[in-house]
């Protein structure tokens, strides 16, 4: 016999209808570092971060013509701004990541949960929780055994990139938050504008003799490596931000930001399972010194 099911219990379901996208973005995000570590060199950086973000901008600008065209000169100059610090976000983590480990990259990035509020709180002269001061504490302890490996030693260069990317994405997270000239305007638009002002800086870099150039770089990619750039183009940037703003309107962004923080997990699991990544026990200590203070702040702070 076939029984219909209650209102009550099918909102559980509903949610994690929405949930599921989410939580598979926090997955290619975390999958992306390895991604960008496996058809990336230093000589390749701005290359590649070109031939990403130039394979989806026309989607994104296509989608949002319309929204494009009723931005003001105000809301196109702050996110021209934004654009600028984003692009060297990208920077950092790609030539971060090819000096470290996608696991080392996927759980130093986590710090930025710690680092915003500690930035917020010091604008707005307001002390934070202790508890939340307390997580802090344990996260920056994690990173330091972290980035040890089998023993105390400086930490790498790439270790030393993502620390410096997650600090500017704070910046990034802040300036969005506090710019007046971009608020009111839609995310599309202002998220297109953005990436275009990435791909400017990168084309501009790339035009200085900044490493290979993209035509070079895509002329050398196999099948492996093209597999990689679709992978960073198309899921880590246009499912993800679609994505998005799906689910924003459909859940809580309290509830989308708690799942997308679990893309250091991710990280670390793709990092191991896929990459041949190792941990020594005192690297593993750190990483979930990491994790438990990361998830302990944002509780804090929410």
Request: with cysteine.
């Amino acid at each position: 016999m076939t029984t219909l099911a209650t209102p009550a219990a099918l909102a559980p379901r509903r949610a994690w209808l929405t949930d599921l996208p989410v939580l598979l973005v926090a997955a290619v995000w975390g999958a992306s570092y390895l991604a960008a570590k496996g058809i990336t060199t230093t000589h390749t950086v701005v290359a590649v971060l070109v031939l990403r973000f130039a394979v989806v901008l026309p989607a994104l600008v296509v989608a949002g013509l319309r929204p494009l065209r009723a931005l003001t000169g105000a809301q196109w100059r702050g996110a021209g701004i934004l654009g600028l610090i984003l692009g060297g976000i990208f920077l950092l983590e790609t030539y971060g990541v090819v000096h470290t480990s996608a696991t080392n990259a996927g759980l130093i990035i986590s710090l930025t949960m710690i680092f915003t509020p500690l930035a917020e709180a010091a604008l707005t002269r307001t002390r934070p929780p202790r508890a939340f001061l307390a997580a802090a504490g344990l996260s920056v302890l994690g990173v330091v055994l972290l980035t040890q490996g089998g023993g105390f030693t400086r930490p790498s260069a790439g270790d030393l990139l993502i620390l410096l990317a997650a600090l500017a994405r704070t910046a990034h997270v802040l300036a969005m938050a506090r710019m007046k000239g971009v608020r009111g305007a839609a995310a599309l638009p202002l998220t297109t504008v953005q990436l275009g002002s990435a791909v400017l800086v990168f084309a501009l870099l790339a035009a200085a003799g900044t490493g290979a150039t993209p035509w070079s770089a895509a002329a050398d990619f196999g099948a492996r490596e093209w597999a990689g750039l679709l992978f960073l183009s198309v899921c880590c940037t246009l499912f993800a931000f679609f994505v998005q703003m799906w689910a924003v309107r459909r859940s809580s962004p309290s509830r989308v930001s708690l799942l997308l923080g679990t893309e250091p997990l991710w990280a670390a699991a793709v990092g191991i399972a896929i990459g041949g990544e190792r941990l020594s026990a005192l690297g593993l200590a750190g990483g979930l010194l990491v994790l438990a203070g990361t998830s302990w702040g944002r509780r804090a702070v929410r």
